[in-house]
Each structure stands twice: as structure tokens, then as C-alpha cells.
């Protein structure tokens, strides 16, 4: 590229240029709003800024003040204990739900072809939508599932005013509005699974599940983990559903990293330590992040 | 001994539970739905039949919730179309690039996608105040553009990775140039590409709460975030809501169901092929 | 008159050498053929005569023009793809006919030599049809068509028989031929398959990792190789090679003498690859068995119809012999002679011709 400068330049070179030509203008747009708000959401997180007193945005004399106080914060740490068990629930639930269903649409009748498209409709909902829906079926009053219970002689307490299952209760939800995409991904790796070794496995005297076991398990199994991390992502902004469904509450039970970030934020106007956890959990989604890149461009490779 | 019957349903025991299982995971979209016409005394009412009214709905009409709406669909379809607009030149550069950092600018491009919205959102916002953006649909549409324009570079790369080289080194010589070839060449066969990432794209933006929520407060408002107004009034207008709610998801299912093909790449980001 | 002309032009990929130093005057009107295994370079070679590929170093001359950094489209140049790189979306008359359309040509005449190039090749009933509605054979065809309606000055066709089967291989090969001699332009055809070279190329140039290594027409390679790679390539079955020294006059093998060619120069004890086609090994009856000849123990007999081949172990080495047809299995002992105006003599250690 260098002989492009002094010299008469190649035809690739030339498309290079033209290629990159075409690239700016995202790459300007995205830096734009990505870079300049991460650098600036780094620098309010060495202040503590407090829209409520003035002047405190340039204040940088204790630049890790918000990072050491977070440790030191009861509910911030509580938080993160929240996090952990939407998370850990989230990827645990969504893989078998996922998967599960995946096996069982994986055969291409009309009816599973049909259901593969039907399926994906919690997916795609506003998750405000998902929210107000499960807010109403988890209110006892209201709920015609409450209703079913009771009439079957099972009648179930209030989950959402319940500290202890309030959580729970937006891990259901959570995982029926998520549960598609790791339907879709492990959908979409079966079909890639050769026939051969599962014939071989079949003449050999193989059962379903060891067929399932042994064969079409290890095939899928990295997309299962990307998958995973996927949903590790994604758990973290959680956001929609505890808004709507809890508040966060009852007390902290449901409030999880992001929310009390928000609550930071947007109740105690404590914008410096707000950004402090919102650069740690950035740190998390770039380190995960990496990771998916890493092996979905390592089986890029293998499987061209 | 196998019937005939069950000769040409071979799979008639796993498709009736597929179609039991489909019934029940759909029960809370169908009971929102149903409980949208339902009329107001009766809405929480246990029985399958009822007389279904518009009373929601009209409701709905004659208050602020169209306006509302109308915010909704010019902020996701500004933002997509823009999105498009520069994302998609992007991802073919990123795809028939030769140039080092293509690697780079994938991770980066990723992690927008994956960031939190609160990370975004305490510096936009700050910003916002003090540009006069701040509860505008030009603001909206500015973050929305971001995470759009991050999700279309991701989809439409694969797409264009599909299309042999070979076919454009072809066309450079029967004489086109590079951008030439990009447009009669390569985008022509990744048409379905195009029309699934733009839908998935105005998905993505029309579903948006967090965003819409800080960063708008009456005027430049988008449905999911006035659906949340109507628990603020006493007593909950649960058909209101139920109503609003079906109006917000119905653009979003219609459309999902025309790009399903596509929608394990743009939810996945891409990690797999096909 | 114009020519392809490559002065010392060389190709790398950050530090990998895949073109070395190659200098070729190609002539003008000619089939020239790269023949070598996949990776030596010959179809780096191509692409940088088409310009999809930038030169590292060297010159690139096609008729008087210097076109080393021009872009494909200017360099009068027309392709034709392994995978033949048909435009899916468009029909095969708008294949046909894209390239002129791209340069501003008039309709009329775009449409006036579609019609020509359709009808040499065949394709007058498909202009309407869609790449994916036809047969290997037919895309073929319209590859090959897509570059003569250009009317380029050189043509370049990168392995474009490899997707077929062979015997539409076959074909093919007889309509490229055909064609050639029609149109008369000059062409660069790129393979691996030493028959196709063989029966179409007037010039052969032979690569190996990026090496030019020999030049010349097809019986001059096959008659006289530069060296042992070249010798094993060409002629089927491959040519025998025997490791020997030169010992007075005569070559020695591990227990046997044979007389050396005529009239060629050797150190004496110097260790020599003696090579020999195995249709040229002679067996003689064993009466006539003497001092000049040596023999084979055959370990296979593969019975080709008319002719036979046998494989069996000579002087402590591997021996194949071509006869006609033969009673000989595996277990005989044969007489065979190696005359010395068959024999090709390399130097052991690099590998080229020494008589």
C-alpha cells in the first residue's frame, strides 16, 4: 500500500481505497457514539458527580473514590448477588428450555415447520409488552393461571410481593420471553449435524438419547456455548421487566446490577457512581464479547 | 404393525405435542390480546365468551396514545433508514476488505451491540441537556442509529461474505468499477439479506424501552413508553393497556414472521453459518 | 503482432514467494498452457496477467502495452472462471452481453454479437434461461461465450474443464480446441491435467513453486525434459527413474551395466537419475539375454486391453514396462533391455539434464 503513495498504484490497491471510501462514514458515525460517550462516561466515573451540587463533575481529587466505594456498598454487592442468580437462571433455563423444544421441532413436518415460526413470538415482543402481560398474569386477583391453580386445588401465593420468589418470578418470564433464540440457534446447528456418523452410530445399535448423547451433542455443543454467552449478555440489561413487573422490589429483591445503576442514577442523581458500575459491568459485556469472537472466528475456519 | 394413518403422520405423537406446547407458550400473547376487547366490567372475567368490544381502543384514539405511536414509527423507520444507508456500504467494505483491522472493527462492532444501554445513556444524556436534543425524536433517532448501524454492519457481512469473489472479479472485467459491481452485482443477490436486516433492524428500535424512557419525556414519547403512563393513573386501565400493548407487539409479530429465516442472524450476531 | 510478455516478475504474500523471477514471451495467435500441481503459481501467474492480482516486481507486456498497473477492464483481456462466475440474476443473453453493455456499446450491436457468440457456442435456444437452469456443460459454454463477445485481444481460462466430469471433459476440450483455431486470438489456459495440456497447448510453460521450469512445445517436453520434475510429470505412465553412476562408458546400476548414449559428456563415477518411458524398455526373449540387459522380477501384471503394464523390481529398484499385450504374472522373470537412445541422463543431485 505504501507503493500506492510513491508509485503508480495496482488494481487492488485502488479497491482498497474505494473500499474504505465506503467504510468512513460508519466508522465516523460509531465513533462518534460509541467512543466519545465511553471516554466521557470513564471520566465521570472518576468523579462524583451529583447533579444536585454543582461543580462536582470536575472534581477528579479521589479518581478511584467510586471504584473502592462500590465494594464497600451493601447494596451494590446485594446487587450483584441478584445479578448472579437472574444470570446463572437465565443461561441455565434458556439452554435446556431451548434446546428441548429444538429437539422436539427438529423433525420437518409441516405442523414443527408451522411451530418454528409461532415460536419465536416472545421473542419478538416489546419486552414492556412481556412486562405488563406477566405482571398481570402473576396478580392473583387477576390471573387466570392463579385462577387454574386454585380451581385444581393448588392455589399458589403471590410471587412478585414475595421477596424470596419475586426473582424467580422474572426469571420465568425472562426465560419465556428469551427461550426462542436458543430454540433458534440450536435449531439451526442440528440441521447441520452430518447424517453419516449418525447413521453409523444407528447401524451400530445406538439408542435415541445415545445417538442424541454421543453424536449430535459434541456437534452442537459450541454453538450451545455461544449461545450461552449470548444469553450472559443479555441477562445483564435486564431492565424492562423488573421495571414493570417489581420496581425493583419488593425492598431490593429484584434489583439487579443495571436497575440499581439506574436507581443511581435517576433517583439519587449520583451520576459518578452510577458510570463507576456501568464501566465495570462495560468491562464484563468486552471481555465476554471478546471471548464469542474468538470462537466464532475459530469455527469460521474450520467449518469453510 | 403400522396403519395407514400412521404411516402418513409418522411423527403424529411429537406433532401433538408440538402443537399442545405452541397453544401453551402462546397463552399469555393470546390472553393479552383477548383481554384488549374485552369490555371493561368483564376484563378479568374467567369465561371463553364475552362480547367484544372496541371501547379500548377507542379510548386509546382519543387520547394521547397515537401520537405516541406515530413517535414510534417515524423514530425506528428515520433510524433504519439511516442505519441502512451507511451500514451497508460498511459491511461490504468490512467484507471484501484486504486491509488489517477488518478483525478489529468486527469485535468493536460487536460490543456496541452487547453494551449495556445504561452506558450509553448517562453520558447521552448530559450531552442531550445541554445540545437542546433532549426529549426530541432527533435525539432518539441519533441512539438508535447507533446500535442499528452496529446491527446492520453485523448482518449484512455474512451476507455479502456469501457472494464469490470470483463473480466480482468478473465484473471488474467485463468493466465495472468497484462500487459498480457493489451495485449491479452484489446487492441484487443479497436482496432477501437487505429486506430482513432493515425489518430486524426497525424491530430492534421499535421494542426500545430503556432509551425512550430517559431520554424523551412528552414529546418525542414512544408507545412502549406510553404504555407505562396508563399504570400511572388510579386503578390501572388494564384495558387501555392491554389494548396499547397489542397495537405495539401486532407491527412487530407480522413483521418477525416475514423475516424468520433471518432471525437467528440478527439476534445471534452471526455466529454460525445459515 | 501482439504477444504476452512477463519480464522478471515475481509475487509475494507478505514473506512468501509464490511467482519467482518469471520471464516468458508468449506468442501471438498461440494456446499457451501452465501446466503444474495446485500451488505453484501458475494461476497467480494468470491473475496477474488478468490484473486481479498486483506485481510484486517485474513487467507485464500485452502487444506493445506496458499494463503492469492497469486495471483489468483496460487491459483488452477477457476470463474465464473455473466456476465459471455466471451472474445468477441475470439471463444468459444479459450475461453475454454485460460486459459491452458496461462500456457503453449500442444495443443493436451488443444484441448482433450475442446472436454470433451464441450461435459458434451453441447457446441460441438458452439466451433466455437463468445460470441456475443449466447443465455444467452449458455454463461452460457461456463462460467461455461471455469472453468471446468482448472480443478481447488474450484470453484466459483458469482451469475451466475441472468442475466437469470427463466425458464432458472430453468434449469440452474438443470445442475449446475447435474455437481456437476459429477465432485465432491468442490464449492462456491454466491446468493440472497433463493430457488437456498435451492435446491442446502449441507452447507449454511447466511451473513448479513459482519456478518456470521448462518451455517448449508439447512433443519438445515430452521428448527432451529439462529435468527429473519434468520427466515424472509428463507421459503417462510416468517415466521410470533409476538411480546409477557413470562408470567408463556405460552407466552402472547396483548389479547391472548398460551402455550410455553416445556422445555425451560424463564425470566419470558421477551419480546420474537415469530416466526411461516405459513403452521404450525392451523385453527380449531369454535366449537373447546378455550382458546388456538385466532383469525384472514382475511383481504386477495390470492388464490394460492391448497393451500391458508390468511392475517389478530391477537392480534393487522399482521397473515399469509397457509391452503389448503379455502372458507374463507376477513371479516371472523377464529379460528387458534399456537402449541408450532412449535414455535421459540427470544429475543426481540438481535434478537437470545432462544429456
Not at chain 1, 119 to 126: G, I, Q
Not at chain 1, 185 to 201: R, T
Request: hydrophobic share 50%.
Amino acid at each position: 500500500m505504501a507503493a500506492a503513495l510513491a508509485g503508480p498504484a495496482s488494481w487492488t490497491a485502488r479497491r482498497d481505497r474505494d473500499l474504505v471510501r465506503g467504510l468512513a462514514p460508519a466508522l465516523v458515525v460509531l465513533a462518534g457514539l460509541t467512543v466519545v460517550p465511553g471516554i466521557y462516561l470513564v471520566l465521570t466515573s472518576l468523579t462524583p458527580l451529583n447533579l444536585a451540587s454543582p461543580g462536582s463533575e470536575w472534581d477528579f481529587s479521589r479518581p478511584l473514590g467510586n471504584y473502592v466505594g462500590m465494594f464497600e456498598d451493601p447494596r451494590f454487592v446485594h446487587s450483584v448477588g441478584v445479578q448472579i442468580k437472574l444470570s446463572v437462571a437465565s443461561v441455565v433455563l434458556q439452554l435446556l428450555i431451548g434446546l428441548g423444544v429444538a429437539l422436539l421441532l427438529h423433525p420437518n413436518t409441516t405442523v414443527r415447520q408451522l411451530a418454528r415460526s409461532w415460536m419465536l413470538v416472545p421473542m419478538v415482543l416489546p419486552p414492556i409488552v412481556v412486562g405488563i402481560t406477566w405482571l398481570a398474569l402473576f396478580t392473583v386477583d387477576i390471573s387466570p393461571i392463579h385462577k387454574f391453580l386454585a380451581w385444581i386445588g393448588l392455589p399458589m401465593a403471590p410471587l412478585l410481593t414475595n421477596a424470596s420468589t419475586a426473582i424467580w418470578a422474572i426469571v420465568l418470564a425472562g426465560t419465556w420471553q428469551h427461550f426462542p433464540f436458543a430454540m433458534l440457534m440450536a435449531l439451526a446447528a442440528l440441521q447441520m449435524v452430518p447424517e453419516n456418523p449418525i447413521e453409523a452410530a444407528r447401524i451400530d445399535g445406538a439408542s435415541r438419547w445415545q445417538v442424541f448423547w454421543h453424536v449430535r451433542l459434541p456437534f452442537i455443543a459450541p454453538t450451545l456455548v455461544v449461545a450461552g454467552l449470548f444469553i450472559l449478555i443479555d441477562s445483564v440489561k435486564a431492565f424492562p421487566l423488573i421495571f414493570i413487573m417489581t420496581d425493583g422490589g419488593p425492598g431490593e429483591a429484584t434489583e439487579v446490577t443495571n436497575f440499581y445503576v439506574y436507581r443511581q442514577a435517576f433517583s439519587f442523581s449520583l451520576w459518578g457512581y452510577g458510570s463507576a458500575i456501568a464501566v465495570l459491568m462495560m468491562t464484563g459485556v468486552f471481555v465476554l464479547s471478546w471471548v464469542i469472537d474468538r470462537i466464532t472466528t475459530r469455527n469460521d475456519g474450520q467449518w469453510s | 404393525m403400522t396403519s395407514a394413518w400412521q404411516r402418513r403422520f409418522p411423527h403424529w405423537r411429537g406433532d401433538t405435542v408440538t402443537a399442545l406446547l405452541v397453544l401453551l407458550v402462546l397463552f399469555p400473547f393470546f390472553y393479552l390480546i383477548q383481554m384488549s376487547f374485552r369490555p371493561k366490567e368483564d376484563i378479568f372475567g374467567g369465561g371463553f365468551f364475552f362480547s367484544p368490544t372496541l371501547e379500548h381502543y377507542g379510548a386509546l384514539w382519543r387520547g394521547n396514545f397515537p401520537f405516541s405511536f406515530v413517535n414510534s414509527v417515524v423514530t425506528a423507520s428515520c433510524a433504519t433508514v439511516l442505519a441502512m444507508a451507511i451500514g451497508v456500504p460498511a459491511a461490504y467494505s468490512l467484507s471484501r476488505a484486504s486491509f488489517g483491522g477488518a478483525r478489529q472493527i468486527g469485535l468493536w462492532i460487536l460490543v456496541t451491540r452487547m453494551a449495556p444501554p445504561i452506558a450509553f445513556t448517562i453520558p447521552l444524556f448530559i450531552a442531550y441537556r445541554y445540545a437542546g436534543l433532549h426529549d426530541t425524536r432527533t435525539g432518539l433517532v441519533i441512539v438508535y442509529l447507533t446500535f442499528s448501524l452496529a446491527l446492520v454492519i453485523w448482518m449484512m457481512k455474512p451476507f455479502f461474505d456469501a457472494v464469490p469473489r470470483q463473480l466480482e472479479e468478473a465484473a471488474a472485467i467485463d468493466g465495472c468499477s468497484t462500487w459498480k459491481t457493489f451495485l449491479t452485482i452484489t446487492l441484487p443477490l443479497t436482496a432477501p439479506g437487505l429486506a430482513a436486516t432493515a425489518v430486524i433492524c426497525f424491530i430492534q428500535s421499535w421494542n426500545d424501552f430503556f432509551f425512550a424512557l430517559i431520554l424523551t419525556r412528552t414529546q418525542a414519547s414512544t408507545a412502549p413508553v406510553a404504555i407505562v403512563g396508563f399504570i400511572q393513573y388510579v386503578g390501572w386501565e388494564w384495558g387501555r393497556m392491554a389494548a396499547a400493548g397489542t397495537l405495539v407487539m401486532m407491527p412487530v409479530v407480522l413483521f418477525s414472521v416475514l423475516v424468520r429465516k433471518y432471525l437467528v442472524r440478527g439476534l445471534a450476531a452471526g455466529s454460525i453459518k445459515g | 503482432m501482439s504477444t504476452v510478455s512477463l519480464e522478471g516478475v515475481w509475487k509475494r504474500f507478505g514473506d512468501v514467494v509464490a511467482v519467482r523471477d518469471v520471464g516468458l514471451q508468449l506468442p501471438h495467435g498461440g494456446l499457451t498452457v501452465f501446466l503444474g500441481p495446485s500451488g505453484c503459481g501458475k494461476t497467480t501467474t494468470l491473475r496477474m496477467i488478468a490484473g486481479l492480482e498486483s506485481v510484486s516486481e517485474g513487467r507485464i507486456l500485452i502487444g506493445e502495452r506496458d499494463v503492469t498497473w492497469l486495471d483489468p477492464k483496460d487491459r483488452n483481456i477477457a476470463m474465464v472462471f473455473q466456476n465459471y462466475a455466471l451472474y445468477p440474476h441475470k439471463t444468459v443473453a444479459e450475461n453475454l452481453g454485460f460486459g459491452l453493455k458496461i462500456r457503453g456499446v449500442a444495443a443493436a450491436e451488443i444484441a448482433a454479437r450475442v446472436a454470433n457468440a451464441s450461435q459458434l457456442l451453441g447457446l441460441a435456444d438458452l439466451l433466455e434461461r437463468r445460470p441456475k437452469q443449466l447443465s455444467g456443460g452449458q455454463m461452460q459454454r457461456v463462460a467461455l461465450g461471455r469472453a468471446l463477445v468482448r472480443d478481447a485481444e488474450v484470453f484466459l481460462l483458469d482451469e475451466p474443464l475441472s468442475n466437469l466430469d470427463a466425458k464432458l471433459r472430453v468434449q469440452m476440450r474438443e470445442e475449446i480446441y475447435k474455437l481456437h483455431r476459429r477465432i485465432g486470438k491468442s490464449m492462456i489456459y491454466v491446468t493440472h491435467d497433463q493430457i488437456e495440456a498435451m492435446t491442446l497447448a502449441d507452447g507449454i510453460v511447466i511451473m513448479r513453486d513459482g519456478v518456470v521450469q521448462q518451455v517448449g512445445s508439447p512433443l519438445e517436453i515430452f521428448d527432451r525434459p529439462t529435468n527429473v520434475y519434468v520427466a515424472g510429470f509428463i507421459g503417462t505412465p510416468e517415466m521410470n527413474l533409476l538411480d546409477m553412476r557413470a562408470a567408463g562408458g556405460n552407466l552402472a546400476g547396483a548389479s547391472c551395466i548398460v551402455s550410455a548414449p553416445a556422445g555425451c559428456a560424463i564425470a566419470p563415477d558421477a551419480p546420474l537419475k537415469v530416466g526411461i518411458r516405459p513403452d521404450h524398455v525392451v523385453v527380449v526373449p531369454d535366449s537373447e539375454a546378455d550382458s546388456s540387459s538385466g532383469w525384472l522380477e514382475v511383481d504386477v501384471c495390470e492388464h490394460l486391453g492391448t497393451t500391458t503394464l508390468l511392475i517389478g523390481g530391477f537392480d534393487g529398484q522399482r521397473l515399469r514396462v509397457l509391452t503389448p499385450r503379455s502372458n507374463a504374472r507376477p513371479g516371472d522373470r523377464l529379460a528387458v533391455r534399456l537402449p541408450a537412445d532412449r535414455l535421459h541422463l540427470f544429475d543426481a543431485g540438481s535434478g537437470e539434464r545432462i544429456h
